[in-house]
Antibody
Framework: EVQMVESGGGLVQPGGSLRLSCAAS????????MSWVRQAPGKGLEWVSA????????YYADSVKGRFTISRDNSKNTLYLQMNSLRAEDTAVYFCAKGGGGDQFDNWGQGTLVTVSS | DIQMTQSPSTLSASVGDRVTITCRASQSINSWLAWYQQKPGKAPKLLIY???TLESGVPSRFSGSGSGTEFTLTISSLQPDDFATYYC????????FGGGTQVEIK
């Protein structure tokens, strides 16, 4: 069974940093591109970033480019999102999803809430 | 960037109704479109990909059609479990979601 479990969310002040993790199991992690998708409270879905299976290629939405960094450790079946210079508008539930920027997302984690507030 | 426009944003319907949701792309995305269902506090669930291919395990009352810039999701006979929010997603160029359609009980 495919499973993805996010962690690392929490309350952070504007300008601060946070690193999210997504532990994956039940599929050949290194074969698949992975993404982060976020959802602000009461709002729709926004694709944030994607990374190839090997980790060599990364993609970012304009809203996070230069502030967020996606990475993966295939030896640990884990996806990461390093978030720096956080803003109030980054407040959202962050989901990891199986699939890249040019794929449908066929499996999702349960999400982790990031709140940026002073 | 490709923009995705969903309509309606809210839809009131009864059990047994036929429901149609439309998604329009700002430029051609061929058939690179997916539909998701999301319930409150839960992750989205993939229903349909490549515009009309039903994801494994999804009931056959869900169907998708369209290509280019106009797409539809149809629920042939609405069931109690189908009251939720539905999103389209283009993946022709990176990924963009529509604004969502909330299907509520009439």
């Amino acid at each position: 069974e495919v499973q993805m479990v996010e962690s690392g969310g929490g309350l952070v002040q504007p300008g601060g940093s946070l690193r999210l993790s997504c532990a994956a199991s039940g599929f050949m992690f290194s074969v698949y591109a992975m993404s982060w998708v976020r959802q602000a409270p009461g709002k729709g879905l926004e694709w944030v970033s994607a990374i190839s299976g090997s980790g060599d290629t990364t993609y970012y939405a304009d809203s996070v480019k230069g502030r967020f960094t996606i990475s993966r450790d295939n030896s640990k079946n884990t996806l990461y999102l390093q978030m720096n210079s956080l803003r109030a508008e980054d407040t959202a539930v962050y989901f990891c999803a199986k699939g890249g920027g040019g794929d449908q997302f066929d499996n999702w984690g349960q999400g982790t809430l990031v709140t940026v507030s002073s | 960037d490709i923009q995705m426009t969903q309509s309606p944003s809210t839809l009131s319907a009864s059990v047994g109704d036929r429901v149609t949701i439309t998604c329009r792309a700002s430029q051609s995305i061929n058939s690179w479109l997916a539909w998701y269902q999301q319930k409150p506090g839960k992750a989205p669930k993939l229903l349909i990909y490549k515009a009309s291919t039903l994801e494994s395990g999804v009931p056959s009352r869900f169907s998708g059609s369209g290509s280019g810039t106009e797409f539809t999701l149809t629920i042939s006979s609405l069931q109690p479990d189908d009251f939720a929010t539905y999103y389209c997603q283009q993946y022709n160029s990176f990924s963009t979601f529509g604004g969502g359609t909330q299907v509520e009980i009439k």
